[in-house]
């Protein structure tokens, strides 16, 4: 197998391991809608292990390209110029590099879908905690404002380290 060949193969397995992740990020709304902080911890781990596992592909791409053009005599890896000289097999990893450029875009607006549910349902955490705990609006048992309670803390902190 050549290298243009090789490129393709990993560049399926890259197109592959997008479509498993955008589909594993659509079911992580669930989790954040239930909360599931175990279940968020995971997902956060295995999301850890892909992007490593993708850039090792990337990597493993970008190798195979460079051989690829050196094979061929080629100074620059483009797509045009290795039409020139393997047009089936560029015509191929133009489809395939196409593919993971909507699957990671879908995956871009997922995440971000996912990061704003997240922070909402943080808020709603904050909010409810605030409830359960409030903080007095006028003046303490000594006579400070909230505010110059916060400064009076932070001091006495920076005081002491």
């Given at each position: 197998m050549d290298h243009l060949e090789n490129a393709i193969t990993i560049t399926q397995e890259i197109r592959d391991a997008l479509r498993a992740e955008v589909d594993r990020?659509?079911?992580?709304?669930?989790?954040?809608?239930?909360?599931?902080v175990e279940g968020l911890l995971r997902r956060a781990t295995a999301r850890g292990e892909w992007n490593a596992l993708c850039n090792q592909r990337q990597a493993q791409l970008s190798a195979e390209l460079a051989q690829a053009a050196r094979a061929h005599g080629l100074s620059e890896v483009t797509i045009d110029r290795l039409r020139g000289v393997a047009p089936a097999a560029t015509e191929r990893l133009a489809q395939t590099f196409a593919e993971?450029?909507?699957l990671a875009a879908a995956l871009a607006e997922l995440d971000d879908l996912n990061r704003t549910l997240g922070q909402r349902a943080l808020s709603f955490v904050r909010a409810y905690l605030g409830a359960l705990n409030p903080r007095p609006a006028a003046y303490d048992r000594r006579g400070f404002a909230p505010a110059a309670a916060a400064a009076r803390a932070s001091n006495?902190?920076?005081r002491v380290v």
């Open positions: 990020a659509r079911a992580e709304r669930a989790l954040i809608r239930a909360m599931d993971v450029r909507s006495t902190v920076s």
